[in-house]
């Protein structure tokens, strides 16, 4: 085994001084740091179209520094910036389970579902997802904390069967007085915002993965199928079928109000 390691090490090591003999070709590379770091500041900000443009940019320069492997080094960088968005995750107090789940779920959909006829249109849904995920850790700053905590709590365990009564249990208040204050602060009554919450979470699962309808909506603990559709047509404007079958379909995004009472 030390000898298999030692092997490695030493192939490594030989490869990258041969490529520090031929460092000439790397001239002008210093421009793609400068935009992927311009790049993770738009994906932090949630910027988007910004961040779509600016990792097209950072493709083109693999592409013309990789040459006929542009599409292997393409989806390597991917799963680097899948890593790197994730430590932010982290550095938001996101769970650990659901930073590492965000991560493994971008490895296995890079794996599976990027082809070199699509990859382009595979980096912008990367970048929605990034920005999806990131929204989520995004403070909430109503007056009230005990409401700021409630959604950060109902952000991390969307897929948790949560009633109001267990979250009136865990932040030992009665459910009266949390419905109260919540649908003052926010606008909406806690269960539209559970529903909401499970709907946007289940998007990604009917666009990026095979399971079945009924599948995903037993995993976000709707009632039954019925109820999934109609909530998730109220919200998304399609069906769970017709979303999943018209991929361009933008993303339901739903916009904590801003009232600040």
């Not at 790049?39 to 320069?61: C, G, M, P, V």
């Amino acid at each position: 085994m030390l000898q298999h390691q030692y092997s490695i090490s030493e192939a490594i090591s030989k490869r990258y001084f041969q490529e520090i003999e031929t460092m000439n070709r790397y001239e002008g590379i210093e421009r793609f740091f400068e935009i992927e770091s311009q790049l993770l500041r738009e994906i932090y900000q949630l910027e988007a179209e910004a961040s779509k443009e600016s990792l097209r940019r950072l493709i083109d320069i693999l592409s013309e520094r990789s040459g006929k492997h542009f599409f292997r080094a393409i989806r390597h960088y991917f799963v680097v910036l899948s890593s790197v968005v994730t430590r932010r995750l982290i550095e938001n107090q996101a769970p650990s389970k659901k930073a590492f789940a965000f991560n493994a779920a971008c490895v296995e959909m890079i794996d599976q579902r990027m082809n070199d006829a699509e990859f382009l249109q595979f980096a912008d849904d990367l970048i929605e997802f990034y920005i999806y995920v990131i929204s989520e850790r995004k403070q909430p700053s109503y007056k009230h904390q005990t409401v700021n905590k409630v959604i950060m709590f109902i952000d991390d365990e969307v897929e948790t069967d949560l009633s109001v009564e267990d979250i009136a249990l865990y932040f030992t208040i009665s459910t009266s007085h949390l419905s109260r204050i919540f649908k003052e602060h926010v606008g909406i009554t806690l269960v539209e915002y559970l529903n909401v919450r499970r709907v946007e979470e289940s998007q990604y699962y009917l666009r990026h993965t095979n399971k079945s309808i009924s599948d995903i909506s037993e995993q976000f603990h709707f009632c039954n199928q019925s109820y999934y559709t109609r909530i998730f047509k109220k919200y998304v404007g399609l069906t769970p079928k017709h979303f999943r079958d018209q991929p361009n379909h933008e993303y339901f995004r739903f916009q904590l109000p801003d009232r600040n009472i």
